[in-house]
């Protein structure tokens, strides 16, 4: 029997649709990047693959991350934040039957949608050339096996093409009414190139199910801002890497100013020092809840 629950991701959606607003969630990685988020406003979030590779792997997204170090992950920032927890989870590690586990798995761990793309295996970014994509029906399947296999029915499908930069962009509009059609709750058509392919999706699909916009610094889509693909069509936009991207080039500015100066002075400025920090960690708040535990 499927269990009803809500995590608030579906609720807000409806409510993008009826005003004609978008959803807006910044990709995190791990538990500290997710608390920023969330402190900053945001009540939505999107775990990346792709952030997850870059950050605890040091490689990039080309389908080396397992969903056991996914599904770890999922746990901590659960643990950590009460927000909607969009999760990618590649290509579902398999077949239709890794594509149960996987959802069993997540949903477990607290997430509140559940991304499935479908490219072969191993995948890469989907903003990297040399993609290529399973057989639709191949795709319907495992979308159907996903929504058979969660317990609630909050639990959010996201239903992911990549078919656009393999065969062409209305090629990947008839996956997205199929993968509508299996049960997907959220269509996502990655990469598409112009402001008139965004506008081309969304006409087609936009009353099919709520439609999900990828920006990606530097990627094959235009940076639209969040207001301006709402008004195309879009319900819901992911911002995946951006945050590593940010904190890569402070890091690598970091690390270079360390060694030629061999102190962090001119460059206290763009850092928390050590109260900041623990500040922002809830440290006191945490050691003042231990106290009444000895007592």
Known sequence: MTIVKENGLAARLKSAERERGIVVAPGVYDALSASIAA????????????????CRL???????????E???????????????LIVDADTGYGNALNVQRTVRLFERAGASAIQLEDQVFPKRCGHLSGKAVIPAAEM??????????RQSEATLIVGRTDAA???DLDRAIERGWLYADAGADILFIEAPRTRDDLQKVAGALGATAPLLANMVEGGNTPLLAAD???GIGFRLVIFPGGIVRALARTARDYYANLKSHGTNVAFQDRMFDFHELNDMLGTAEMLENGRRYEE
């Open 228 to 230: 301006e693909l709402a």
């Open 70 to 84: 996914v599904a770890e992950t999922i746990a901590l920032v659960r643990d950590r934040v009460d927000c909607a």
């Open 39 to 54: 402190a900053s406003g945001f009540d939505t979030l999107y775990l990346s693959g792709a952030a997850i590779a870059y």
């Open 58 to 68: 040091g490689r990039p997204d080309i389908g080396l991350v397992s969903s056991t």
């Open 140 to 149: 319907v399947g495992k979308i159907k096996a996903a929504v058979d296999a």
């Open 165 to 167: 930069a393999v065969e």
